[in-house]
Nanobody
Framework: VQLQASGGGLVLPGGSLRLTCAASGRTLSRETIGWFRQAPGKEREFVAAIRWSGGMKYYGNGVKDRFTISRNIAEGTAYLQMNSLKPEDTAVYLC????????????????????WGQGTQVTVSS
């Protein structure tokens, strides 16, 4: 499976962006799609995830009230709507797929995701 992340850019504090993760090469069924971010000099951080079957959503610390993850089953695409962006949200955002049966404690672990897109840069600055 190949993943293509897009939608990043430069936005003012308080602004919004919508990231897209397009999956190809496989019809998704029971996978989990996750969004992670990585700022320079920092570890990769969990942002959000959605189970393809059933649509259960999970969010990382500090984003639950501002970010919304969703999916379009027909298109094989996941989205991350980001509102009220802050400078500390600045990072490269990556989408990933896990085809494992993840338990809740595993959802946030990058090592449990086997397929990664190339990332899209989000910069929040005035």
């Amino acid at each position: 499976v190949q993943l293509q992340a897009s939608g990043g850019g430069l936005v003012l504090p308080g602004g919004s962006l919508r990231l897209t993760c397009a999956a190809s090469g496989r019809t998704l069924s029971r996978e989990t799609i996750g969004w992670f971010r990585q700022a320079p000099g920092k570890e990769r951080e969990f942002v959000a995830a959605i189970r393809w079957s059933g649509g259960m959503k999970y969010y990382g610390n500090g984003v639950k009230d501002r970010f919304t993850i969703s999916r379009n089953i027909a298109e094989g695409t996941a989205y991350l709507q980001m509102n009220s962006l802050k400078p500390e949200d600045t990072a490269v955002y990556l989408c990933a797929i896990s085809d494992l049966s993840l338990i809740m404690s595993e959802i946030k672990r990058p090592a449990r995701y086997s397929y990664w897109g190339q990332g899209t840069q989000v910069t929040v600055s005035s």
